[in-house]
């Protein structure tokens, strides 16, 4: 199933066979980023959000249907990611940083800075990293945090503005790819990406 993947990663594929993995959220990052990553070989996704789907979800968030509307956004996306064999675990309810998860790395797909602010205490408490992701219109945030104190970063609660799918979808590619990164060993320091996609394809890196 993996012969293409294994021809880029050699043996580290091997590493991702025992790798379990958190995602918080089940919106347009979290749809993305499941479908990406459900495919690679992992042994578990855990994926939790408390959310329905509503009409206005169905343009970006990959996985849902309109006959899927009232349904748990988190049930749903578990059942359309299932066709790799990976074990996939739904948790329906909202995060918090007393919960309790066996897992090597925790993705944010979240849209507000008090969740994110929850999943970075989580993880200190456990000594966990995460990868960060935030996308607006035509500019979005990907970074790796393992000792950097992620509350520098959340300073005002906005809410996202209009996105566009091919967008959430690149923010999201990048977040699979720090965390498979990281997984498979080869992330070694704790960065910051900024794309901005306004006019022409900008990607700045920062070390935090």
């Given amino acids: 199933m993996f012969r293409r993947q294994i021809e880029l990663l050699g043996d580290k594929q091997k ?16 749809n993305s980023l499941a479908t990406f990553i459900s495919c690679i070989g992992l042994k578990k996704i855990t994926i939790i959000d408390f959310d329905k789907i509503e009409i206005h979800n169905i343009h970006r968030q990959i996985q849902f249907y309109k006959k899927d509307i009232g349904e748990s956004k988190v049930k749903i996306l578990g059942d359309r990611i299932k066709r790799c064999n990976t074990q996939i675990e739904i ?3 909202k995060f918090n940083s007393n919960m309790d998860f066996d897992v090597d790395l925790i993705f944010d797909a979240t849209d507000n800075f008090e969740t994110r602010k929850e ?5 200190k408490n456990s000594r966990l990293p995460w990868v960060y992701a935030s ?19 959340a300073t005002k609660n906005l809410s996202p503005k209009g996105q566009i799918p091919p967008m959430v979808s690149l923010i999201a590619s990048i977040e699979a790819m720090l965390g498979i990164k990281y997984l498979i060993g080869e992330l070694k320091e704790e960065i910051l990406y900024y794309v901005d996609f306004k006019d022409d394809l900008k990607i700045k890196k920062f070390k935090i």
């Fill in 135 to 153: 996308v607006d219109e035509y500019y979005g945030q990907v970074g790796f945090f393992e000792d950097a104190d992620f509350s520098i970063f």
């Fill in 119 to 123: 999943i970075d205490k989580f993880a």
């Fill in 91 to 93: 948790v329906e309810g």
């Fill in 15 to 30: 590493l991702l066979e025992d790798k379990k993995v958190l995602i918080v959220g089940a919106g347009g990052l979290g």
